[in-house]
């Protein structure tokens, strides 16, 4: 199970009530159906919620029915509902959409991206070119990738003694997305990694004798795995994508024009939701260290252990298809900033 979108700093219970829903015939003048598990409230629904407003404010005669809180399942069931052609919108986090188009897996590759103003630069430049590279990989498999934000960063919180350099993880027992590149990582690091769903994260942190784990902050809290955490070490390895995509054909019946003003309007949203996340981040961090938490910020020399152990990480996934590697070369000179 890929990564869900927890934002609140309480336990969150996804539910799964609308499995039924049926095909949607992908026009303007019947509703949409928009599928978030972010909860009410939070800072990720906000995000939803304006998204949502710029699309109905741009597409004459459209309304769109929101499902936010995870009522059409988990994230994974919900996009494949987008596939399907089942409904029109989701929101959630690159994992998800990881399962069902691989090739975006090169985008979770660690510190391809080395700091914020980098990562920033680089997803307006891609977001220039309206994802290109991407935005194929995505079609081929019947859906439109409309906007991709990043809204924060991974890092390694410890159960038990603060992680500062990757010695600290020798042969421990961590916890793991579902996802080779995430395997990979852990095992450069030389951890074992062990993998558990977010829904079930609490319980198996504290049954599997799990010793660490590499979640947002914000899913720290939305986990309630913030009870056990004894450190955050900010190694800021991979950043917290979040996409947002649309039926194919249901976006591609639309008209030319409305189509790119809501684009226009999407953009403005997904860049108001990328600052507030980081300051969303900031000030969670400020709520872990007064409960005791020990924010664990490494020297150079100990954030170098991190990076130089998976500096060639994509050798350890196998041959990269054609596809990865363009995708994964518009994102490096996005980088440089061709």
Known sequence: MREGLFARPAGVLIAVLLAGAQPSLARADRPWVFGSIAPEGSVYADGSEGVARAIEGEIQGLRIKRRFGGVLGDELS?????????????????????????????????????????????????????????????????????????????????????IRSTQDLRALRVRSQAAEVHHAMWIAFGARPVETPLNTLLQDLRNKDLRALDIPVTFLFG?????????????????????????????????????????????????????????????????????????????????ATFRSAVARLSDSLGKLTSTERAILGSVRRAIAGE
């Open 78 to 162: 919900t996009v494949r509902m987008v596939q399907q052609g089942r409904i029109e919108l989701f929101t959630g986090s690159l994992g998800a959409l990881v399962d069902l188009v691989p090739e975006l897996r090169v985008l979770e590759l660690p510190y391809l991206f080395a700091d914020d103003a980098t990562l920033y630069a680089a997803v307006r430049r891609l977001e220039r070119g309206r994802w290109a590279e991407l935005q194929r990989a995505v079609s081929a498999k019947g859906m439109t990738l409309l906007s991709l934000s990043a809204l924060g960063w991974r890092n390694v919180a410890s159960l038990g003694a603060p």
């Open 223 to 303: 986990t309630s795995a913030h009870e056990l955490v004894r450190s955050v070490t900010l190694t800021r390895h991979i950043p917290q994508f979040v996409v947002l995509v649309a039926s194919k054909p249901a976006w591609d019946a639309l008209p030319a024009a409305q189509r790119a003003r809501a684009i226009d309007r999407i953009d403005k949203v997904t860049a108001r939701a990328e600052q507030r996340a980081s300051q969303f981040d900031d000030e969670l961090l400020g709520m872990l260290a007064s409960r005791g938490v020990e924010i664990v910020r490494p020297t150079p020399a100990e954030l």
